[in-house]
Every structure is written in C-alpha cells, then in structure tokens.
C-alpha cells in the first residue's frame, strides 16, 4: 500500500486544522451555578427572597442592607461528579471528585454617610468545569474519518485523513461508516469571580445596591478519539477507485485550553414589608468575555499490515481569540416569615438566544446564526424553607431549583432539578456553622462531530453530581 500512495505527502508542511466550535463552547459561560455560597445553596435560587449576607453582592446587592452588622464568611466545598454516556445505545459511567473554596467575603457598615450604607467584597468560585467521561459504540451510520474529510479544510497541507493516507486529493473516503468508536474526555478548569459592591438604606422599607464584577478563569479540555475496523470492513486498497482501504484504526488527540476575562455588573432593590415580609428584583448586566484558546490536534493512522505513517503532530499550537457577551439575567425573589418558618420563593430569566460570539474567525463568528435558530430563553425557579426551632441554636433548610433546557429540541431529562438541605449551628450568638449538602440531575446532548444525521453524531451526557460544603459566618 506504502508503494502506490501519492508521494507528495512527503512534502507535507505540518498545518492544524481549526478547531471545531460548537454552542457549548459559549454556553459553558453562562451556566448557573448552584452552589455559590453553602447558606445560598441550600435555599437555591429561592436566595433572591432573602440576600442578606455576603452572597447578596452574587443575588441582590440591596439585600445586604438587613446584614445589620459587619460580616465575614468564608466556605469549602466538595463535588462528587458521576458522569453516565449514552452513545449508540451504549451507556458508560465515570466519577470524578473536586474540591475548591466556594468563597471569601466581607461586609462593613460604613458610618460616613447620611444613610445607612453598607460596602462589600468578596471572591465567589463561580463554575467548576471539572469532568471525566468515557462513551464508545460501534458506529453503521457515520465515521469520524469522513467527517473530517468532508468537513475539514480543502487544503492537501491540513486536511488529516489526506495526510494520514484515508482520502484522495479530491478528500473522498471510502471509510464513511461501520467502525467501532472509542472516546475518552477530560475536562477542567472553572470560572472565578471578585465582586464589590455596596446598598443603601433609603428608607426604613427599601434599599437599592450595585456590584461590579471581574471574572477570570480557564477551561481544558482532552479528547481521545479511536476508530477502528473491528470487522475488517476495509480489507484492501483499490488505488484506482478509491472505493476501499486496508484501514485498520484511526486515533485523534484534541488538546485546547481557553483563558477567560470578563467583566459585568448588576443593579438591585429589595423593600420589606414589617418584619414578615421582602420582596426584592436584580438586574444583572451582560458580561463581557474576551477569550484566548490555543488548540491542537494530533492524529494517526495504522492499516491491516501493520503500516504505520508519519503521525499528524505539528510543531506549533494554533491560536484563536475572540469575545462573548452573555445575556441580561433579570431575577426576582420574595420570602415570608411565619412565626418559625420562612418561605421562599425565586426566579431567574436569561435569553440565551442573545449569546454573541464577536471579532472572530469566520468559522466561530458563523455560529451566532445558530445560536439563534438552536436556542431558546431560559427559566429557573426555586422554593425554599428554613425552620428555627425556638428552644435550639440550629436552623433547618431545604430548597428546590429547576432550570429549563436552554436548546429548542429538547431531550428527556434536559431540565435540571437542584435539590438541597442544609444546617445551621449557632456556636455563639454571632457564629455560625453552615454544613450544606446538595444533589443535581442533568441531561445534555453534546455534539460529537459534524455530519448531516444527528442521530449519528450526537451523544447524551447524564449528570448527577453531589456537592457537600460547609461555610463559617461571623458577624461582628
């Protein structure tokens, strides 16, 4: 077979290819995430009905002006992720763990104005990016071979499966289906954020606040893609119709890492209503991404003889920068106190729809068309309740937070549902200690690579992870 190839691959200059960009790319950026502070947590998005420690400046900054005091906290938490694939009726599991601090932040009366102003700082570990899956099948519709062939670049210097010998300089394939497929991803990284801001008492019943936000963060990604022959399909080279070669496995290698800045704000007011009643309403703007990836692929080839072409591996990176702005978030909130109970009630609005990819390559700037067509606005809502025995230094908590699917087509179980407890224990008037422990189910269809059948080239990725935190307050 070595004999009868084209020689002009010999003079191959090593170029990648552009890296495939898919919604998920921008989406990842505006995921809610559910456990921002362990108190937080534990009510879920219902928060907004309450703001009133540190985690106001994430909810409703206004919400900070019924801290009453100076605070600090500060909190840990735990992930336990538990990954499930759904490929080609093959279902596959991974776990993975991950802890991190969830925040630090402080909030300070300041006594130099004419209203009761209070100021506050403080980092929130906004998203955590950390995931491990494995999916695999054996594939009759579609192969990664011939996706990248027919989709990759029309260019003898970058094309893979060209310089790899699987298609002809006219980038046909003969290897289009009837592989077995074998995947393995990593993911990591996450997403950070330091937010000051402050609220104002204007009067007994109502209070306004601002934040401005940094955020900064990386994501990593690792795909290792085999394809291989398993039922010896491909079992010799026609030279002259290319209607068949002795092909035996294929094997890409994906490594990209994105460095992430943004910037964004957010407008709160929050009014009560005696002591048994707030209400408040948060507009968070827009945030401004600028993103630099930096990617790279690597490739390879092994044929039924044991043949083994020089390997696709290029002596640089290639580089991609450019922006996305995330949507207006518009929330609102309310919470109710009867004798010893408090209920409440929240929900979130995002039009994802308004996602922009923006000073980008063509290929990237192409997706803001499919953005609009693929994506729908998203709802989350929540329910919360907290119970203070009156006899015990102890507050019992639990919430609930649904999330809406963010995609038109909808898969079951794309609705992600929170579902959270947690604890006070009161080990001094002004001390408390938070233990939080939440459960959340999730479906996503991911995008495997591009052919004109979905069935073929979509995998379902079920997510269960659990997240326990604990977060120590003191106010002072």
Known sequence: MKKVLFLSLLLFNFCISTYAQFIEDALRYTIPNSMITPRSSSFGVSFYGLSDDVSGLFYNPAGMSYIGKSEFSIGLGFTRNISETDYLSNKLE??????????????????????????????????????????????????????????????????????????????????????????????????????????????????????????????????????????????????????????????????????????????????????????????KFPTYFQIEEEFRQDAYSIFDDGWKPNPYEPKENSFNSYKVTTPFVYAAGISLKVMDFVFTGGVEYFDVTQLRFSDAPPEIDRLNQKIVRELVGQVQWGLGIQYSPPILPLEFRAGFSSITSPYTVDIPNATTNIYSIGLAIYLASNVRLEPTFQYLTNSVLRTNYETEDNASRNYKLNLSPFKIALQLTYRY
């Open 94 to 283: 991974r776990r993975s763990n991950s802890s991190y601090l969830t925040h630090i932040g402080i909030a300070v009366p300041v006594m130099e104005f004419e209203k009761p102003v209070i100021v506050g700082i403080g980092y929130f570990h906004e998203n955590n990016f950390l995931n491990y899956f494995d999916y695999s099948g054996f594939n009759q519709k579609s192969s990664l071979v011939s996706s990248m062939t027919q989709y990759g670049p029309k260019d003898t210097n970058s094309n893979i499966p060209y310089f790899l010998w699987l298609a002809n300089n006219k980038f046909y394939t003969p290897i289009k289906d009837s592989v077995k497929q074998d995947v393995f991803v990593n993911e990591d990284g996450g997403l950070h954020n330091i937010t000051g801001g402050f609220s104002i008492l204007l009067t007994k019943n109502v209070s306004i606040g601002a934040t401005l936000t940094g955020k900064f963060g990386k994501f990593t990604y690792f795909r290792e893609f085999n394809e291989s022959d398993v039922y010896n399909k491909y079992n010799f080279f026609d030279s002259a119709g290319y209607s068949n070669l002795d092909f035996n496995k294929f094997t890409l290698k994906e490594n990209i890492t994105q460095k992430v800045a943004g910037i964004s704000g957010s407008l709160g007011v929050f009014g009560t209503l005696g002591d048994f009643l707030r209400f408040g309403a948060t507009i």
